[in-house]
Nanobody, 124 residues
Framework: QVILEESGGGLVQTGDSLRLSCAFS????????MGWFRQAPGKEREFVAA????????YYADFVRGRFTISRDNAKKTVNLQMILMKPEDTAVYYC?????????????????WGQGTEVTVSS
């Protein structure tokens, strides 16, 4: 059983930066591609970013490209999401997810395990 635990959420202002982290446990971390999704109130969960198993290829939603950076540390079993130039529309609960079979999956259905989420609020 894989357990994912996000941290780093909070309240920031427009233009600020924030770094989210996700701690992975329960299975060999390097066997899983990882992703970040977000869900704003009243909206569906949407893809933000993904990274392959060795951490050499990354994938981004168009609306975060150039502002968000996903990375992973296989030794520490963590995946991070560095966010800069944040906007009020980035306000959402951010979820970390692990994928056993795909790489760069952009659909929630591609992912096998999910964290509980961390809330990010960007004030204008």
């Amino acid at each position: 059983q894989v357990i994912l635990e996000e941290s780093g959420g909070g309240l920031v202002q427009t233009g600020d930066s924030l770094r989210l982290s996700c701690a992975f446990s329960g299975r060999p971390f390097s066997n899983y591609a990882m992703g970040w999704f977000r869900q704003a109130p009243g909206k569906e969960r949407e893809f933000v970013a993904a990274i392959d198993r060795p951490g050499t290829r990354t994938y981004y939603a168009d609306f975060v490209r150039g502002r968000f950076t996903i990375s992973r540390d296989n030794a520490k079993k963590t995946v991070n999401l560095q966010m800069i130039l944040m906007k009020p529309e980035d306000t959402a609960v951010y979820y970390c997810a692990a994928c056993a079979y795909y790489t760069g999956g952009t659909s929630p259905s591609h992912y096998n395990y999910w964290g509980q989420g961390t809330e990010v609020t960007v004030s204008s």
